[in-house]
């Protein structure tokens, strides 16, 4: 069963246009939820994060918006660069869960110069 | 020098042998986790620990065990190792006195049993 979604294996953007990556759950427990950025050869690096109390966080040039009643959110980054290109994987955890976290199944991010 | 290691970087083993893959980590958290990834399936957590004497496993740890030597050493054992736990193998640490639920990973075990 999984709990967190991402629908999209890949997506492409041009370079300085906007990459919006999406991300589905559906267990109502969770209440803080995570992107990470992972490039090839390293392991996983947390990029922004947001908790179930707030809709939007924004961290310079990447903003994660949450819908609790559809429980999707999604991950915008503005403007893409070519660096930005990566696996990028949303992940979700819940208070009493101790910090353990369920992660999605990524999206491979290709931004073309 | 890196907060999260992880040895070896890559290995390559036979059906039946045993494995082990160390993590060690200088960031001086208390918790600590063992993942795979493999193409399609994302991270899955085979096991967790969040002291020395508090082991859990995760949602895949059918094959696998775990050893806690110190709040800084996790190592996972494949006790008869099969072609498919091939996979990417990460080790990662968080923070119980951090709000946040943020986890910080190691480089990754490339594992191929053949």
């Known amino acids: 069963d999984q709990q967190v979604k991402q629908n999209s294996p890949s997506l492409s953007v041009q370079e300085g246009r906007i990459s919006i990556l999406n991300c589905d759950y559906t267990?109502?427990?969770?209440?803080?939820f995570l992107w990470y950025k992972k490039y090839p050869a390293e392991g996983p690096t947390f990029l922004i994060s947001?908790?179930?109390?707030?809709d939007k966080n924004e961290d310079g040039r990447f903003t994660v918006f949450l819908n609790k009643s559809a429980k999707h959110l999604s991950l915008h980054i503005v403007p893409s660069q070519p660096g930005d290109s990566a696996v990028y994987f949303c992940?979700?955890?819940?208070?009493?869960?101790?910090?353990?976290?369920?992660f999605g199944t990524g999206t491979k991010l290709q931004v073309i110069p | 020098d890196a907060d999260v290691t992880q040895t070896p970087r890559n290995r390559i083993t036979k059906t039946g042998k045993r494995i082990m893959l160390e993590c060690s980590q200088t960031?001086?958290?208390?918790?600590m986790y063992w993942y795979r990834q493999d193409p399609g399936l994302g991270l899955r957590l085979i096991y967790y620990?969040?002291?020395?004497?508090?082991?859990n496993k995760g949602e895949i740890s059918d094959g696998y065990s775990v050893s806690r030597q110190a709040q800084a050493k996790f190592s996972l054992s494949l006790e008869s190792a099969i072609p498919n736990q091939t996979a990417l193998y990460f080790c990662?640490?968080?923070?119980?006195?951090?709000?946040?639920?943020?986890?910080?990973f190691g480089p990754g075990t490339r594992l191929t049993v053949l």
């Open positions: 990662a640490t968080s923070d119980s006195s951090l709000a946040g639920h943020e986890q910080f």
């Open positions: 267990n109502s427990m969770f209440d803080y």
């Open positions: 947001i908790s179930s109390i707030k």
């Open positions: 992940a979700a955890s819940y208070s009493g869960g101790y910090q353990k976290v369920t």
């Open positions: 960031k001086g958290h208390d918790r």
């Open positions: 620990s969040f002291d020395v004497k508090d082991i």
